[in-house]
């Protein structure tokens, strides 16, 4: 099979190796003449960053790298700025979750009169925008993980509460997306690990939560097969472009299947992640067997067909022992002592776990009992 295509779902997809080449059309297919080119630091020094940014230079693109990962308000304001000085109509957001999500927020923000926080992924809350003012944003990943560049979200700590909040509209999903593998080739092993993870992560919560969504169970499995296939090459061997490709897939899949529901490893993740400053795909894969194990009375039947599925035996211990191998295959550690995370602040961690959003979507109740109980194994290695 080629791994090269054009797909209309749920975006305009360019997805293959090389499709990069295609920028300046997609940015043209957008309907920006004069794009504000958002990355970060990093990823700015690097060649193919230069390359791509100077494919467009023909539309008067201008370079905007100030974001941080885990990105915070300070870099969208600082964003938006640049993004009216340059008088720009549309974004062309190049990176990793943190660039991705910044820039389609300067999208969404630059047009927008009232604070980010109003549009918090609450209720009806994005109503509350003007969605003729949103600018056009071409997405280019260059981790295989958020999935964001499919992603009708995008997500910022909260400086003021250390919280990670989504915010939400469905005017921010990219217009044209380009998933080309060449672009995630330099990416180191544990960022690959930790960004493959959260694509398994989404698709993961995805399938087992708890509401009736069959379009997003069907992707998140096929998925989880892609990750399960392909992750660990990936890894091992960062210039397997088909891995590479096939990682692409799973993580634009797994933004798809997370519009059903995310769930507990998400909502202890996010507080770790905004206290601690931890990679938020590692953080969850550090949580991701506690979790499994926490649900497993709301999940055993469904994850048993998954296991099917993956050609594993059809049973909820053969997929949790294939978890954890694949854990250790790619080097997450087992336990929060690996990311620098101890019990200082596990009160502020519970009461945030609870009041994520996410927490609404765990297959079983997310209360302080629980995510303490799962917080506590996760520090203590306690399956
Ligand atoms: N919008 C969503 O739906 C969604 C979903 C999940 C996570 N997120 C958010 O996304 C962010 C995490 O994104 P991420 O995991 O992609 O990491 P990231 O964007 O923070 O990048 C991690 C590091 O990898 C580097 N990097 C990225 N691509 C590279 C490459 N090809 N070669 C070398 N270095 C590279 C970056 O410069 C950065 O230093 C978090 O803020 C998280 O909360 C968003
Ligand atoms: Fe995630």
Sequence with gaps: MRLSATWNYPTSVRFGAGRIAELPAAVAEAGITRPLFVTDRNLAALPMTARALSALAPC??????????NPVEANIAAGIAAFTAG???GVVAFGGGSALDAGKLIAFMAGQSRPVWDFEDVGDNFQRA???RIAPVVAVPTTAGTGSEVGRAGVLTDERSSAKKVIFHPG???KVAILDPELT???PPAITAGTGMDALAHCLEAYCGPFCHPLADGIAVEGIRLVKENLARAVHDGSDLDARAHMLAAAAMG????????????ALSHPVGA???THHGMTNAVFMPYVLRFNRSAIEDRIKRLSAYLGLKPSFRAFLDWVLALRQEIGVPHTLAGLNVGDDRID???AMAVRDPTAAGNPLPLDKRAARTIFRRALEGRL
Excluded at 61 to 68: E, P, Q, R, V
Excluded at 255 to 266: P, R, V
């Design 60 to 69: 008067g693109a201008k370079l905007f790298c100030d974001i941080k990962p």
């Design 87 to 89: 008088q720009h109509d």
């Design 130 to 132: 003007d969605a003729s």
């Design 172 to 174: 921010m999903l990219p």
């Design 185 to 187: 080739v330099g990416m």
């Design 255 to 266: 933004a798809t299947a997370f519009q059903k529901a995310l769930g507990a490893i998400h």
């Design 275 to 277: 206290l601690y400053d």
């Design 348 to 350: 502020r961690v519970v």
